[in-house]
């Protein structure tokens, strides 16, 4: 297949490279000195139990130069969305899938307001991945899971053409029945760990092992799930059970993205998190008073240093 990453950072490097290894065209979109590393040593995935490193079919900051593709791994942080939708429209043709894999539950949509409807699916990843140097992919722990539909989910070819490119890729991308269901599930857990372990500067272990801090994970894991019921998402009954069992499995010494960016100074996705709960909350008509208090503590530090 011919599949672009807009762009190749935690999200798009990983999958860029397992593609690229299983033999398939993939064009790495990126800029600036990482864009020069990827070009000059090739791109890198620096994995728990082994190092791989891939020459993409092209690397470039220009979707011009690659023309039409059969599939667009959409990842960049929230706030870049809209300017990167509209970078790669030169890529788009009238089957093009996008899957954004952005934490939130609003990709989407805004990806709607910019792009045809027929192109844009949607999805949700579990992998903690992330820029470690130019060109260099990092990986902590071993899980990667890509779960991804057309929004309605819907049986689809071009869906199941990329499913199977990623599972033969050595990946992991789940069939799944109800992707709304499953975006917003990532996002009862993700508001929680997000909103956690970026304003109390912890861990998962802490988490675990604290009686407050797990007290204020499971109140945000409830609201955020009221607010997906209220929205008329289909979460399973006992999903709360289910996150704290989860919260429990995740590595002890992970953190969220939003936790290691708030550490390195860099701008926050909070607004589409904690933020994104607080707003859905007061359309819904519910109160979410625990993303709200993340929010407001997280918001000082939203546009870095
Ligand atoms: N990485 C992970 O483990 C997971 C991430 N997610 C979510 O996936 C999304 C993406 O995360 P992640 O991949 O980690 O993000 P990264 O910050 O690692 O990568 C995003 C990349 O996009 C680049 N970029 C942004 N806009 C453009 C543009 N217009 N043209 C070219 N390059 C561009 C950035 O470049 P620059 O630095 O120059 O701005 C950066 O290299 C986020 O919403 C995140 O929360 C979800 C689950 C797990
Ligand atoms: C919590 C985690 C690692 C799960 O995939 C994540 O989504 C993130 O930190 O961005």
Not at 234 to 259: F, G, H, Q, V
Request: proline fraction near 5%; include cysteine.
């Amino acid at each position: 297949m011919r599949i672009a990453t807009m762009a190749t950072g935690g999200i798009g490097g990983f999958l860029a490279v397992r593609l690229t290894n299983a033999g398939h065209q993939v064009a790495t979109i990126a800029r600036g000195s990482h864009l020069a590393a990827i070009r000059d040593k090739g791109l890198t995935l620096d994995g728990p139990s082994d190092l791989e490193v891939v020459r993409p079919w092209i690397a470039t900051d220009d979707p011009a130069e690659v023309g039409e593709v059969d599939a667009i791994i959409f990842g960049v942080k929230g706030d870049a969305l809209e300017d990167a939708a509209r970078a790669y429209l030169p890529m788009i043709g009238s089957q093009t899938v996008v899957i954004p894999f952005l934490n939130g539950v609003e990709a989407a949509n805004r990806l709607l307001e910019i792009l045809p409807e027929q192109n844009v699916a949607n999805g949700t990843a579990q992998v903690s991945t992330t820029i470690a140097s130019p060109g260099v992919i990092k990986q902590t722990g071993e899980f990667n899971v890509f779960t991804f539909a057309e929004r309605d989910s819907r049986p689809s070819e071009r869906i199941d053409a990329m499913r199977k490119a990623i599972n033969e890729a050595g990946s992991s991308a789940p069939e799944t029945d109800d992707i709304e269901r499953d975006v917003w599930s990532k996002f009862v857990l993700f508001s929680a760990v997000s909103g956690v372990t970026a304003a109390g500067r912890c861990t998962v272990n802490e988490i675990v092992n604290i009686p407050e801090l797990g007290a204020l994970f499971r109140r945000v894991v409830s609201e955020t799930a009221a607010i997906g019921r209220a929205m008329g998402v289909a979460l399973a009954p006992d999903i709360e059970e289910k996150t704290w069992a989860m919260a429990n499995r995740l590595p002890p010494a992970m953190r969220a993205s939003t936790a290691i960016d708030l550490e390195k100074g860099l701008p926050l996705e909070v607004e589409w998190i904690s933020g994104a709960a607080a707003r859905l909350a007061a359309k819904a008509g519910k109160s979410a008073p625990a993303n709200e208090t993340l929010y407001a503590i997280l918001l000082p530090h939203i546009s870095g240093r």
